[in-house]
């Protein structure tokens, strides 16, 4: 028998704890008056208070003395209120008592009336799946419990599973209220018992990248009787190894949702995502989100414009699985506006003392001096003049530069603490060598270390540094699953979808298709106009409040940021392997409008334009401002 009661809902920790002590006060505090008040008026007036005390304290286990006299009102209420009290306390004890077996019978009963319905009403059926949103996380290793409480605290049904984890991390979930099945994942038994084929989406987040991939393959196998009125499963797929990834990408082994079919009974019950789950991606996302590189820390600067020769300039060192991210993020975002009017592209410099990683990267990066200005500087961090070399880089006129420190001199998980270590020496003796406003991100892979010296926020910090990357940051609910950012993302797409159905060729382009039927990779695309927002309207010096509660963007303001978003549109595209071709082919990664803004056709200027001029529009909805 498994026990446990609810973390998030645990009600000696939540509101219910609270109704249960008021209810106790109000017992005993009504039971103390309504005997005295009794014992008063049958003894002129006087009253033995440790009597009227002792048998107040018996109305919580419901026992009380007959009275043959008129019972004073308090005494009614302090007596039906302590039947309330302790039918509730007993309630919830049982409930915490037999939670997993409670959370069990509730999974049951929870898909086998979805699935009927959703048999026999369609399309309606679609709409009801609130009945059947559960999320089954595969692995309580270091991402799954955090993932798993996380949606627990957020009111997500969740159904963990684990082989042989932890024992006090498995309490830990229970605890929490999520629902934990030991068993081996990678078994047809144990997916069967998570109702993985009712699931709202499955995370395989196991140790190993190989459990992983088997647990992604048999899940499509037991989703043949999946309704075809239902969405693919989704499955999110961690891969730790980024050649895995990119070979399972190019690969047609599993369904990747590149292209996907009409919800018909041909079409795949399953898709597979490898891309929410990436940490360093994630961790570089919002790292440049947080602290953007085109301001200088702490200080009011002007907004590059698009005259301008000011040279956004990134310089990343080391370049290991966290500063390749960290360098292709800035490559598809840090765009301009004087990329538009100057061609001044943004600057990024990689400095390590191995520079076999560099030509290994530049190789696949095709179109990377398309994008931006790159270069390899061999340099050992550990060198005495390395802070003066590294400073002397952001002394150049009109840059505006910003430092990532992500050395992982260890690969090993449990050296992890001594690549913080590394890091946060390092930046420290850098911080002392450059500009004061200068800002240098640190990469630090948990708060629970050298991250704490700094607060918590994305305010400048003693000396300009800023810690990223934080494990605690990036395995939450929305960073991973992005539930809240794709409100923004997908508004900008529905406003997409309504310039194109004018269209005569509307629905012929895999883009043409609802948020949820989209493919993943055009999700990302959607995010990534989404982050590029900020950095918009940081060139018309508008913030979104400022934006929100102001007039509509002129005719030159639609037209700069429209090319901005063509600029950015590129990059992205260039840098996931994209060629230009005059006849497009979404398959072979060819597209006609992969060139010069000025050579693009009006009918294809006006998707950018029209979308930047609905950025507004987006904003008010998102934030649920009218």
């Known amino acids: 028998m498994e026990h446990g009661s609810s973390g998030n809902n645990d009600w000696r920790h939540g509101w219910m704890f609270w109704v ?265 996302r919002l790292a440049l989100n947080h602290h953007a590189l085109d301001v200088r820390d702490g200080l009011d600067t002007e907004p590059v414009r698009e005259h301008d020769d000011t040279i956004v300039h990134l310089v990343v060192i080391g370049f290991g699985l966290m500063g390749r991210a960290l360098m292709l993020q800035a490559a598809r975002l840090c765009h301009f506006a004087n990329e538009v009017g100057e061609n001044i592209l943004p600057r990024i410099t990689i400095v390590d003392h191995d520079p076999s990683n560099w030509t290994e990267f530049k190789s696949r990066q095709k179109h990377l001096d398309e994008v931006c200005v790159a270069e390899f500087q061999t340099h050992d961090p550990s060198g005495t003049s390395f802070a003066d070399i590294m400073a002397a880089l952001g002394n150049t006129p009109n840059t505006r530069v910003t430092y990532a420190v992500c050395l992982e001199p260890h690969s090993e998980p449990d050296k992890r603490a001594e690549n913080d270590r590394v890091n946060l020496h390092l930046s420290i003796e850098l911080a002392g060598h450059v500009d004061a406003a200068v800002q240098t991100l640190v990469f630090q892979s948990t708060r629970c270390g050298y991250a704490a010296l700094f607060p918590p926020s994305d305010q400048a910090t003693v000396r300009h540094l800023h810690p990223f990357g934080m494990i605690e940051d990036i395995y939450a609910w929305d960073v991973l699953l992005h539930e809240a950012e794709d409100k923004l993302a997908s508004r900008l797409h529905q406003f997409y979808l309504e310039g194109e159905k004018k269209k005569a060729d509307f629905g012929s382009k895999p883009g043409h298709k609802a948020w949820a039927e989209l493919p993943d990779y055009l999700k990302d695309s959607n995010r990534q106009a989404a982050d590029h927002i900020r950095i918009k309207l940081r060139t018309l010096e508008l913030s979104e409040e400022a934006l929100l509660s102001g007039p509509e963007l002129s005719t030159s303001q639609i037209e700069l940021l429209a090319k901005m978003e063509h600029v950015r549109w590129c990059a992205e595209k260039w840098l996931d392997g994209w060629e230009y071709s005059p006849d497009r082919n979404n398959d072979k990664k060819r597209h006609d409008d992969l060139r010069a803004w000025r050579e693009l056709p009006d009918t294809e200027r006006w998707i950018d334009r029209d979308l930047v001029a609905k950025i507004k529009a987006a904003l008010r909805e998102t934030d649920g401002k009218s």
């Open 20 to 284: 249960i002590t008021l209810g106790t006060l109000g017992v005993l505090g009504l039971g103390f008056l309504g005997h005295a008040r009794y014992e008063q008026a049958q003894n002129d007036g006087h009253a033995d208070f440790a009597s009227a005390t002792y048998h107040a304290l018996q109305l919580l286990i419901l026992h009380a003395p007959h009275l043959d006299h008129a019972v004073p009102p308090e005494l009614h209420a302090a007596r039906a209120l302590s039947v309330v009290v302790v039918f509730l306390a007993g309630f919830l004890a049982f409930l915490g008592f037999f939670r997993q077996e409670w959370l069990l019978v509730r999974l049951r009963l929870r898909w086998w009336r979805a699935y009927v319905v959703l048999c026999g009403l369609g399309d309606l059926g679609r709409r009801l799946r609130w009945w059947d949103d559960h999320v089954v996380i595969c692995g309580l290793g270091d991402l799954g419990p955090r993932l798993a409480l996380d949606g627990r605290r957020r009111g997500r049904f969740v159904v963990a599973i684990e082989k042989s984890g932890n024992a006090s991390v498995l309490e830990q979930a229970r605890r929490g209220g999520v629902l934990v099945l030991e068993g081996n994942a990678c078994e047809e038994s144990t997916l069967r018992r998570a109702r993985v084929a009712g699931a709202e989406c499955l995370v395989a987040a196991c140790a190993d990248d190989h459990t992983n991939t088997a647990i992604a393959a048999l899940a499509g196998q037991l989703l043949a009787r999946r309704p075809a009125s239902l969405d693919p499963l989704l499955v999110r797929l961690l891969i730790r190894n980024p050649k895995t990834r990119d070979v399972l990408l190019g690969s047609k082994l599993i369904p990747t949702g590149t292209h996907l079919a009409p919800r018909d009974d041909s079409a795949p019950r399953y898709r597979v995502n490898l891309s929410d789950l990436d940490y360093h991606a994630t961790a570089a």
